[in-house]
T-cell receptor, first 113, second 114 residues
Framework: GAGVSQSPSNKVTEKGKDVELRCDPI?????LYWYRQSLGQGLEFLIY????????KSGLPSDRFSAERTGGSVSTLTIQRTQQEDSAVYLC???????????FGPGTRLTVT | GNSVTQMEGPVTLSEEAFLTINCTYT??????LFWYVQYPGEGLQLLLK?????DKGSNKGFEATYRKETTSFHLEKGSVQVSDSAVYFC?????????????FGSGTRLSIRP
């Protein structure tokens, strides 16, 4: 079946602009995660959705970052007033349930100029 | 809290050499353990997993054994190939705890010389 898809694959934006990144998880997966991977670094957890529960936002680095998940499926990560330090690859993953292995999308490479 | 520590890279080996990438973990419950791999220009893929003590995960010639007594999950391969060049991430999750995410190590970059 189809894997996790993300769009756009690449995004270049000017400092101060808002951006929206989209994630389509694997159908039927109840858990959805967003991570950030800066150049040469590991994965930084951002936010987690599980079913209809309140999301775990503990990894969001500032209030400029937000995410929503509509209908328990598609998720959008929004970064407001982007800064150069927001430049990174943003990865989305889904899993059948909390604690199970995660399936990653190809990522969105964000460049803030 | 839960954490994962893996050996720093980069690791550079010649083709057909034996590979070990060390990984140790700290967990309050009974986690599942994973190795993910990220090939150049690609997304993360699950390489192998083990869900309980003494389980051995294996895939593509790679193996890792869940050692509860040493809290380790070292990745091994007997004979590496150039195509194994990638970044490898050790990770854990505890499906029975309130933790809601997989904890990843910092990654180990592996380069194989022909």
């Amino acid at each position: 079946g189809a894997g996790v898809s993300q769009s756009p694959s690449n995004k270049v934006t000017e400092k101060g602009k808002d951006v929206e990144l989209r994630c389509d998880p694997i159908s039927g997966h109840t858990a959805l995660y967003w991570y950030r991977q800066s150049l040469g670094q590991g994965l930084e957890f951002l936010i987690y959705f599980q079913g209809n529960s309140a999301p775990d936002k503990s990894g969001l680095p500032s209030d400029r970052f937000s995410a929503e998940r509509t209908g328990g499926s598609v998720s959008t990560l929004t970064i407001q007033r982007t800064q150069q330090e927001d430049s990174a690859v943003y990865l989305c993953a889904s899993s059948p349930n909390q604690g199970y292995e995660q399936y990653f999308g190809p990522g969105t490479r964000l460049t803030v100029t | 809290g839960n954490s994962v520590t893996q050996m720093e890279g980069p690791v550079t080996l010649s083709e057909e050499a034996f590979l070990t990438i060390n990984c140790t973990y700290t967990a309050t419950g009974y986690p599942s353990l994973f190795w993910y791999v990220q090939y150049p220009g690609e997304g993360l893929q699950l390489l192998l997993k083990a869900t309980k003590a003494d389980d051995k995960g294996s895939n593509k010639g790679f193996e890792a054994t869940y050692r509860k007594e040493t809290t380790s999950f070292h990745l091994e391969k007997g004979s590496v190939q150039v195509s194994d060049s990638a970044v490898y991430f050790c990770a854990l999750s505890d499906p029975y705890s309130s933790a809601s995410k997989i904890i990843f190590g910092s990654g180990t970059r592996l380069s194989i010389r022909p």
